[in-house]
């Protein structure tokens, strides 16, 4: 049973920082693409970057470009983000994903294995 616990989620005001971490547990098949996802309310699920075994990354959103980056270590089977500058903008509920046997890494991709989600709440 393959579980993603997100952890690092708050409240924050502008242009402050968090770090987003995502503990895997269980067997995942590799390589292993693994990514950030987050969502607004009433707005469409968004892609924020996403990472491959060997840890080859894809380009991050304009939205984030800059002030995001995504890292993860496989000895410890945790995805990273750490966040700087946030906006009131960046406000969403933030999701890990994780998708097995796969050498395309993206966020267009399907990913089978999702979190529940840790809430970023950034204030002006």
């Known amino acids: 049973q393959v579980q993603l616990v997100e952890s690092g989620g708050g409240s924050v005001q502008a242009g402050g920082s968090l770090r987003l971490s995502c503990t895997a547990s269980?067997?995942?098949?590799?390589?292993?693409?693994m990514g950030w996802f987050r969502q607004a309310p009433g707005k469409e699920r968004e892609g924020v970057a996403t990472l491959n075994s060997g840890g080859v990354g894809t380009n991050y959103p304009d939205s984030v470009k800059g002030r995001f980056t995504i890292s993860r270590d496989n000895a410890k089977n945790t995805l990273y983000l750490q966040m700087n500058s946030l906006k009131p903008e960046d406000t969403a509920m933030y999701y890990c994903?994780?998708?097995?046997?796969?050498?395309?890494?993206?966020?267009?991709?399907?990913?089978?294995?999702w979190g529940q989600g840790t809430q970023v709440t950034v204030s002006s």
């Open positions: 994903a994780a998708q097995p046997r796969t050498v395309y890494c993206s966020n267009r991709i399907s990913f089978r294995y």
């Open positions: 269980g067997y995942i098949d590799r390589p292993v693409c």
